[in-house]
């Protein structure tokens, strides 16, 4: 990893694509990939399971949710990432932290764009709590490859070294 003459890391260039190229992409190829199926799609899906029964809403607004929710997620993780570099503190545990904040936002896109594709040439009153069990399957999915993705592409954390304690001498 280059770094500046006072010691702290420069931020790679490589992360530029992977914290605002990526994310962006995402979130575009996520609404046309919603755009190019809705004529298939119903016009309420299985949004929610609980101990009252299934919940259908919307399958457009939950797209949107999704992506409002993605979206604070790969800005928190591309400022924590910039963060941690530039400030040269770039240690096994802030990678782990980054890639799981940018992988939960791929994985959120993945549970809305999974459920809602889970109902492509399903009849309007023929939707079931099946969807949300294949968006979740998708959100587990999305988060590993995003995190394998992410561990391959950010440079390497360095190991820390902590000092032992040493026990007052009687």
């Not at 575009?28 to 899906?45: D, E, K, N, R």
């Not at 990432?81 to 993945?110: D, N, P, T």
Request: charged residues 10%.
């Amino acid at each position: 990893m280059p770094s500046s003459a006072n010691g702290k890391l420069d931020c790679p260039a490589c992360t530029l694509p992977l914290f605002l190229v990526a994310p962006v992409l995402a979130l575009a190829l996520t609404f046309i990939g919603y755009w190019l199926a809705s004529p298939f799609i119903p016009g309420h899906v299985a949004i929610h399971m609980g101990p009252d029964g299934v919940g259908y809403g919307s399958a457009f607004r939950m797209l949107v949710v999704c992506a409002i929710i993605a979206t604070v997620a790969f800005v928190v993780g591309g400022i924590t990432a910039r963060g941690f570099l530039v400030a040269g503190h770039w240690y096994q545990i802030e990678k782990a932290i980054v890639i799981s904040v940018e992988a939960f936002a791929y994985a959120v896109l993945g549970v809305g764009l999974g459920s809602v594709l889970s109902t492509l040439g399903v009849e309007s009153n023929g939707t079931s709590s099946q969807s949300v069990g294949l968006g979740l399957l998708s959100f587990v999915i999305v988060f590993i490859l995003a995190a394998i993705v992410y561990v391959v592409a950010l440079p390497k954390g360095r190991f820390e070294e902590f000092q032992a304690r040493q026990q007052p001498s009687k």
